[in-house]
């Protein structure tokens, strides 16, 4: 009988395990949110439950399973399966054995960790817009803004494991704009849906006047549906963040093609939601770039992967690793 | 008998051709500096000669050698050994069947044609910093700003050849320092040598005072070797050109460290002779920027392979391809 996928995506406020077969069809999908507890050991035993309460309901047993793959927003030591650093969850991970510790509730089971974004760049290379690509960057523009290399089919990871942060990279030296990471002009801080209350702030202090009853009290709220609704109300500095953000995408994948000249990009990720005119600036932003630069054109696509892009991906390293 | 390589470093002041044995001893090398003729085939011919006296001088036929390796600067159609564009070379070799045409007189022959940071980085990897790395990515920094990237022993190419373009990666997205790629806000513009006259006069308008006698009459003549004597001067523009150069170069090296994580950085190329502070003030740069992020050290050496590096990268390639 053919053996099945198991992905687990652990995210900050969301818990998420789902069974796939190996040509990507979701077979069951269960989702939890008390998953924040304590300590890591705690956090297991929740995928732990989770787990089995999934196998259980849909009679399969562990020997049906061909692997488990979870994905998490941070740096990962992919070969250890150890978290180095983690980007949106509460409970201090760092040196956490994860692989080791959910592995010893599933003997003989293959388990693999790896980042969020490396997951889906690999979930959309075998199911996704990446299909008969040999090689693709998957970018994810997002709370975060993060990267998942693939060439020749193979998750570029480099030598700990955290290849791929785009969104770390610095495109502006002499920003005075803060990354959660401490650096200043990091891709991320100009352009991804965490630091949209810091970037609102500071265009309403270069003198743009919000239109939508935003004031410095309230200025933490703004998210990515904020600006998408700001956007539609034509509100002068939702325009201006969605805007930059378009600039620092485009900019950033016209890094991604001069270091490593990739077939396809995959755009993917929740900010994709601004909208057709902010998806089109960004790849206007890229071409204006290129010039005579580019001798084969790099393909930018959409991510394909839909909804359960997070759970596919992480399910699907296990066809990889 | 061993078979010998053969490397041909094709610049815009001068054509080199030399052989070496497989474990990169050098054999014998000829030079010309009459190598810019009005068109490509005139350019091969030049070499098509050079390359025939090399092997008379020392008995070699070409049964002899393994091949032959050329590395130019440009964006390079590696599979197919054609010039998309060229850095600093007077004839327009756009479109170029550089390989083809170069393999007509030596039947048989392995031809290589890549890009000069690529050749450089194998050449490394073979025999320089690199030896017992399996990844490594090269940048040099020189008249131009480039890169090479080895992961796993393979040259990472792109789907055109033109990887690794660390110069024309943007670090400063609202920059209005223009490149010669009519980008702004490029590595390369802020950083090399061919900036230096444009970054001087930049210092100068910003207030800055030169004490070596420059003024924008012959602001143009500025270059390295004239960067170094006003450093040693210390004349404020010139320190302030190589302090932006090494933030530049720092910067773009944790940008590396960012995307691909690589075991090794090797540094190399003219404008190291700025010495030991401009050096000390590039990994300075780097570190101030990896706070947690690095897991594993990101090694950075200086190159190793020497004056020889162009022709002896170009010849290595013969051992990957």
């Known amino acids: 009988m053919e053996k099945l996928l198991c992905g687990v995506d652990l995210g900050g406020t969301k818990l998420a395990a789902a069974l796939f077969k190996q040509d990507g069809t979701l077979i069951a999908k269960k989702l939890v949110y008390d998953h924040r507890k304590d300590s890591c050991d705690e956090v297991v035993q929740v995928i732990v439950e989770l787990l089995g309460k999934l196998f259980r309901e849909n009679g399969v047993d562990t020997a049906r399973i061909a692997g488990i ?92 494991g955290t290849a791929g942060e785009i969104g770390h990279c610095i495109v502006d030296y002499k920003s005075d704009v803060r990354c959660s990471c401490g650096n200043f002009g990091c891709a991320m801080a100009l352009a991804s849906g965490l630091f949209f209350p810091d970037l609102y702030s500071m265009y309403m202090k270069q003198g743009l006047y919000s239109t939508i009853d935003i004031t ?59 909208g057709k005119d902010y998806i089109k600036r960004i790849i206007e932003e890229f071409h204006s770039h290129t010039h005579g630069m580019m001798y084969r054109e790099m393909k930018i696509k959409l991510a394909e992967t839909g909804a359960d892009a997070g759970l596919l991906g992480a399910a699907s390293l296990i066809l990889e690793g």
Do not use: W
């Not at 599933?106 to 693999?112: N, Q």
């Not at 997951?119 to 994810?140: D, I, M, N």
């Not at 523009?141 to 020749?152: R, Y």
């Open 216 to 274: 410095e009290e309230n200025v933490g709220q703004v998210d990515g549906r904020m600006i998408l609704e700001g956007i539609r109300a034509e509100d002068p500095v939702s325009c201006a963040v969605a805007e930059n953000s378009a600039v620092v995408v485009g900019t950033s994948l016209f890094n991604i093609f001069s270091m490593l000249d990739p077939e396809l990009v995959v755009l993917g990720g929740g900010l994709m939601a601004l």
């Open 69 to 160: 793959g979870t994905a998490l927003a941070g740096h990962i030591l992919y070969e250890e399966g150890k978290i180095i650093t983690t980007s949106n969850f509460p409970v201090n991970m760092q040196g956490y054995p994860f692989a080791d510790r959910l592995g010893a509730y599933f003997p003989g089971v293959k388990i693999l960790l790896d980042n969020d974004a490396n997951a889906q760049a690999y979930g959309e290379y075998k199911y996704g817009a990446g299909r008969g690509s040999g090689s693709l960057v998957f970018v994810t523009v997002s709370t975060g803004l993060g990267s998942g290399i693939i060439l020749d089919g193979k998750v570029i990871r480099g030598q700990s």
